[in-house]
């Protein structure tokens, strides 16, 4: 655990000496925090999809979103706007991965976990599914310094989706 701090302690030094900068202001406007660097924590998505018999599903595509907010197209049109990072189920229909999207973590936003059957046939054949509200868990697992920085934030949920084959 000092190895880490003290990599933390040097990698800001230098990255200060060559300029770079960069302020999270936390907190009200009268008694404002600043925290500086990146985040040093650990955002996962952990998972599991089974279908209707408890078999594991491999190979399915597990699509992490999260809503960033709408904007206009050119045609002045409203679209929205999804952070999007896709994963694959293994052989035991888990999903245990890192999620790159750390923003979305900050506050309360939209999540959603799309499951989609890519390979056909080949493991059966499953209707695509949506997760979110409820069918989501968000933790946060605080590391003693508080911040918003450090500490593990995991996305997890389960699933049991129809084999539409498993009738015939």
Same mark, same amino acid.
């Given at each position: 655990?000092?190895?880490?701090? +003290?990599? %933390?302690?040097?990698?800001?030094?230098?990255?200060?000496? &060559?300029?770079?900068?960069? !302020?999270?202001?936390?907190?009200?406007? +009268?008694?404002?925090? !600043?925290?500086?660097? !990146?985040?040093?924590?650990?955002?996962?998505?952990?998972? @599991?999809?089974?279908?209707?018999?408890?078999?594991? +599903?491999?190979?399915?595509?597990?699509?992490? %979103?999260? #809503?960033?907010?709408?904007?206009?197209? @050119?045609?002045?049109?409203?679209?929205?706007? *999804? #952070? @999007?990072?896709?994963?694959?189920?293994?052989?035991?229909?888990?999903?245990? $991965?890192?999620?790159?999207? *750390?923003?979305?973590?900050?506050?309360?936003?939209?999540?959603?976990?799309?499951?989609?059957?890519?390979?056909?046939?080949?493991?059966? &054949?499953?209707?695509?599914?949506?997760?979110?509200? $409820?069918?989501? /868990?968000?933790?946060?697992?605080?590391?003693? $310094?508080?911040? *918003?920085?450090?500490?593990?934030? /995991? +996305?997890?949920?389960?699933? /049991?989706?129809?084999?539409? &084959?498993?009738?015939?």
């Amino acid at each position: 655990m000092k190895s880490k701090n +003290i990599f %933390r302690v040097i990698a800001g030094a230098i990255l200060s000496l &060559l300029g770079f900068s960069g !302020c999270d202001v936390i907190g009200s406007i +009268i008694n404002p925090v !600043c925290e500086y660097g !990146c985040p040093h924590a650990d955002y996962k998505i952990i998972g @599991e999809v089974k279908d209707q018999d408890g078999a594991p +599903i491999k190979d399915l595509k597990v699509k992490y %979103r999260h #809503y960033l907010g709408t904007w206009s197209n @050119e045609q002045g049109e409203e679209e929205e706007n *999804w #952070y @999007e990072q896709e994963f694959t189920t293994d052989a035991n229909g888990k999903v245990n $991965d890192s999620v790159a999207d *750390w923003d979305a973590f900050q506050e309360e936003k939209r999540f959603e976990v799309h499951l989609i059957d890519v390979d056909g046939e080949a493991n059966g &054949l499953y209707d695509p599914k949506v997760l979110a509200g $409820d069918d989501l /868990t968000v933790v946060y697992k605080d590391d003693k $310094d508080g911040g *918003w920085h450090v500490g593990d934030y /995991t +996305i997890s949920f389960s699933a /049991t989706l129809t084999n539409k &084959l498993a009738g015939e």
